[in-house]
């Protein structure tokens, strides 16, 4: 079975940091790409960033360019998301997805995997 295992939420002020991770297992990782998508209350799911698992490229939305950092441990078949300089418009819950295209075709929530959210709340 594919498990996309999402943790690492909580609660931070602002200006703090948090690091997200993405466990997943059951499929390839090398032929996919892994990333982030956030849903805040009342708005659409939008991705954040993600990472192709044979080569290392990424994709930031600029909401979060220069503040968030996607990484991978192929050995362990776990995406992190290294968030510092967090604000209150960060707070949502965040979805680790996983897809062939994801880095490519960004503005799609057609993701082949989902893992379940993980909430995120940053207080002014």
């Known amino acids: 079975d594919v498990q996309l295992q999402a943790s690492g939420g909580g609660f931070v002020q602002a200006g703090g940091s948090l690091r997200l991770s993405c466990a997943t297992s059951?499929?390839?990782?090398?032929?996919?790409?892994i990333g982030w998508f956030r849903q805040a209350p009342g708005k659409e799911r939008e991705a954040l960033s993600c990472?192709?698992?044979?080569?290392?490229?990424?994709y930031y939305a600029d909401s979060v360019k220069g503040r968030f950092t996607i990484s991978s441990d192929k050995a362990k078949n776990t995406v992190y998301l290294q968030m510092i300089m967090l604000k209150p418009a960060d707070t949502a819950v965040y979805y680790c997805?996983?897809?062939?295209?994801?880095?490519?075709?960004?503005?799609?929530?057609?993701?082949?995997?989902w893992g379940k959210g993980t909430q995120v709340t940053v207080s002014s």
């Open positions: 059951g499929f390839t990782f090398d032929d996919y790409a």
């Open positions: 997805a996983a897809d062939p295209l994801f880095c490519l075709y960004t503005g799609t929530t057609d993701m082949d995997y």
């Open positions: 990472i192709v698992g044979s080569d290392g490229r990424t």
